[in-house]
């Protein structure tokens, strides 16, 4: 069994950054994807950004294009998520993922291993 921790969530003003947190622990992988998600309430859970074991290829959402930064620390088995420019519609739980697998994964139904969410939310 693989546990996903996220920390870093808040509140913040419009404009406003936050950094989210995910920290793998327990079962390790020679190597794995992983990718953050989010959900708002009375939506469905929505893509938001995934990155590869080597941090080489990644991809977002358009929604956050530009704004949004995924990155990874192999050694602390951590992945982050630096958001700037925060706007109203990015209010949501914040969850990241993970699955072994050396290439991109975007779908959920891909993902084996889930955190338990970080609150964003974002005032205007």
């Known amino acids: 069994q693989v546990q996903l921790v996220e920390s870093g969530g808040g509140l913040v003003q419009a404009g406003g950054s936050l950094r989210l947190s995910c920290a793998a622990s327990?079962?390790?992988?020679?190597?794995?994807?992983m990718g953050w998600f989010r959900q708002a309430p009375e939506k469905e859970r929505e893509f938001v950004a995934a990155?590869?074991?080597?941090?080489?290829?990644?991809s977002y959402t358009n929604s956050v294009k530009d704004r949004f930064t995924i990155s990874r620390d192999n050694d602390k088995n951590t992945v982050y998520l630096q958001m700037n420019s925060l706007k109203p519609e990015d209010t949501a739980v914040y969850y990241c993922?993970?699955?072994?697998?050396?290439?991109?994964?975007?779908?959920?139904?891909?993902?084996?291993?889930w955190g338990q969410g970080t609150q964003v939310t974002v005032s205007s």
């Open positions: 327990g079962r390790t992988f020679s190597s794995f994807a």
């Open positions: 993922a993970a699955v072994n697998s050396g290439g991109l994964v975007i779908s959920p139904y891909n993902y084996d291993y």
């Open positions: 990155i590869t074991w080597s941090g080489g290829r990644r």
